[in-house]
């Protein structure tokens, strides 16, 4: 599904989400509070937008390796960095989540751009991003949610579950996408992931609301 999507993933991003994408992009970056030194790992890549955005941060990311289990959506990202020139510190790998190919305490930060609640073992991916990150390390991880006020998310059930998946259908010419994705948001709960990132070891788990609710911020750390 994924790879099928991959030539228009960035269009229906940027379009689906007015933009906004960009701007929590950023967020999430900044929460890592980089000094230009890190070594970041960026997992669910895709191709590369967050990976792009802590290596470009000012400051930012020294090196930022991206994996994602979709060969296609790396090709294209790897196009993108090489069209920046930013390939030199950068890299995306084809890899899983539940199992990352990195060694035991070796980056300082981890990141996800709404891929968390794509994996199919997230106990599996917490308790790996717990082992790669070095004590002290810290987690951005971007994911929608469902809103909690009820009129905005009456409208945004509206639109997720009747526009978008008719947009995003008829620029990606997959439908099946985009019927997954409303989905896979309304399986995926807060409380949940944050008890879950706190059981596989994690310390300071916050989840951030922006975008009424819509969009959350986790944050979290390695104990030292």
């Known amino acids: 599904m994924f790879d099928a999507i991959a030539p228009r993933y960035d ?12 701007l929590w992009r950023r967020r999430a970056v900044r929460s890592l509070a980089l ?21 470009t941060a000012r400051p930012g990311a020294a090196r930022v390796l991206g994996v994602d289990f979709s ?3 790396l090709a294209l990202g790897m196009k993108k960095l090489s069209a920046r020139r930013l390939d030199d510190r950068m ?15 070796s980056v300082d930060a981890v990141t996800i751009g709404f891929g968390i609640r794509n994996v199919e073992d997230r106990a599996a ?11 002290g390390g810290r ?3 971007l994911e929608f949610a469902m809103p909690t006020s009820p009129l905005f998310r009456s409208l945004y059930l509206s639109y997720f579950r009747h526009i978008l998946p ?7 010419g997959h439908k099946s996408a985009y019927t997954y994705l409303p989905e896979s948001v309304d399986a995926f709960r807060v409380d949940d992931f944050m008890d879950l990132l706190r059981s596989s070891g ?6 951030d609301p922006m975008a009424f609710t819509s969009v959350y911020l986790y944050t979290a750390r390695r104990g030292s």
């Not at 970041?40 to 792009?52: F, N, S």
């Not at 790998?93 to 990352?100: E, K, L």
């Not at 991916?125 to 004590?135: I, N, S, Y």
Request: hydrophobic share 50%; charged share 20%.
């Open 11 to 22: 269009f229906l991003n940027h379009f689906l989400s007015a933009g906004l994408d960009v």
């Open 35 to 55: 000094t230009g030194r890190e070594t970041v790992l960026d997992l669910c890549a895709g191709t590369g937008d967050l990976a792009i955005a802590a290596r």
């Open 71 to 73: 060969p296609v959506m």
């Open 91 to 105: 890299a995306l790998a084809q890899g899983d989540a539940s199992s990352i190919p990195v060694r035991s305490g």
């Open 125 to 135: 991916a917490c308790r790996e991003m717990l082992r790669v990150l070095k004590p």
């Open 139 to 141: 987690l951005a991880i």
């Open 166 to 172: 008719r947009l995003g259908a008829w620029i990606s």
């Open 202 to 207: 994690f310390s300071d788990v916050a989840a």
